[in-house]
């Protein structure tokens, strides 16, 4: 008995160093999105082309629209650029 509960203890505190571990997905948004069915607004937006788009839907009663964070020139935010690093001028 005192073996099982050293064994449950080992896989309990290694299922928690798991979730511990784990990050969310960095979200991505693309210009193309499949709409309708049970897909709240605006849709799946995870197609990088028309024609991608165009694939995933056939035949699933679903179509393609511009992903207005794209289409109303609301993309993502562009990432900072890393500060310049400027060389010391030597003195003459």
Known sequence: MRKMHLVLMTFSAA?????????PAAARDYPWCARGGDYDYPG??????HEQCQASVSGRLLYCDRNPRF?????LPAEPRPPRRVRPVAPY
């Open 15 to 23: 299922v928690l160093a798991g979730f511990a571990t784990i990050t």
């Open 44 to 49: 799946e937006c995870s197609y990088n082309t």
């Open 71 to 75: 289409a109303y020139g609301q993309g």
